[in-house]
């Protein structure tokens, strides 16, 4: 009973810590899109909306049936959006471009948190787009709602409403459980690696190509990548990613931004 009673409690912290991961994604993208500081905190769940409700549903493709659900009144979602597009002068803010901008920060947010997740996992983790929906739907588990609040510069706030698929804990539990019961990491010899030259790459993303296909390429071919442009791209040593980052031009030439760095654990780990 107690070993019940202990799972429950680490997959509870866990679950929180993904809700937190989210808040903090979500401020990055508000940031991002605004130019200004944005607040965002996890609150109690707010009351569900009585009239017309806006949510937007994401999936994780390595969980099947595992969702993220964020969720609150039409009317925030649309003033949320014309807080977005304030500076931008060639898009009309109205409802449908309002509600599109609201889509668009919630995809920065999640595929932050995505990047997140395959860190700590250790696999690639992939999220697709979300979906606008008018209710929530009946199939999502909402025994234990978050809030989360956004609060912009002029000190305006937005109450929404958060439901984390218990899949995404299970899974985040298992994989923390199989690092902590992993082989210590040898480092007395890593002092010897430290004047040998290793090969930097970044890599912005993946396909997979028929060889048909491959054939075919020329001059101008376009190759669609497994990765969305809003997501940070690998900075790889020696084959071993260790760290993520956005692209960024410096001088007329292009570089990369570090946003994470894998931990000395988990990149030392690969050297074994």
């Known amino acids: ?35 200004e500081s944005v607040q965002v905190r996890r609150v109690a769940a707010p009351d569900l909306p009585a009239g017309s409700s806006a949510w937007f549903l994401s999936e994780f493709s390595e969980f099947p049936g595992a969702v993220l659900l964020l969720g609150g009144a039409r009317d925030l979602w649309l003033s949320t959006g014309r807080k977005l597009l304030a500076g931008t002068s060639a898009i009309e803010a109205n409802d449908e471009t309002a509600l599109s901008a609201a889509r668009e920060m919630i995809a920065k947010a999640v595929n932050t948190l995505a990047s997140v997740l395959s860190g700590k996992l250790k696999r690639e983790i992939a999220v697709r787009p979300p979906r606008q929906l008018t209710s929530a739907p009946e199939s999502v588990s909402r025994d234990a709602p978050t809030g989360l609040e956004i609060e912009f510069r002029d000190e305006t ?15 985040m539990c298992a994989a923390e459980k199989d690092s902590a019961s992993g082989v210590p ?24 190509l028929p ?55 988990d990149r030392l780990r690969t050297l074994t």
Do not use: W
């Open 1 to 35: 009973m107690h070993g019940s009673i202990q799972s429950v409690n680490t997959a509870a912290a866990v679950l929180e810590r993904i809700e937190q991961m989210l808040a903090d994604a979500l401020a990055g993208a508000l940031c991002g899109m605004t130019g």
């Open 157 to 171: 706030r937005v109450a929404l409403h958060l439901f984390v698929d218990p899949k995404l804990a299970a899974a």
């Open 185 to 208: 990491v040898n480092t007395k010899n890593l002092d010897l690696l430290l004047d040998v030259e290793m090969p930097v790459s970044v890599s912005f993303g993946r396909a997979q």
């Open 211 to 265: 060889l048909k296909h491959l054939i075919k390429l020329t001059t101008g071919s376009i190759v669609e990548l497994g990765r969305s442009v809003s997501e940070p791209v690998d900075v790889i040593v020696n084959n071993t990613v260790i760290a993520r980052g956005e692209v960024v031009v410096v001088g007329g030439n292009f570089g990369v931004r570090i946003k994470e760095i894998l931990s000395k654990q």
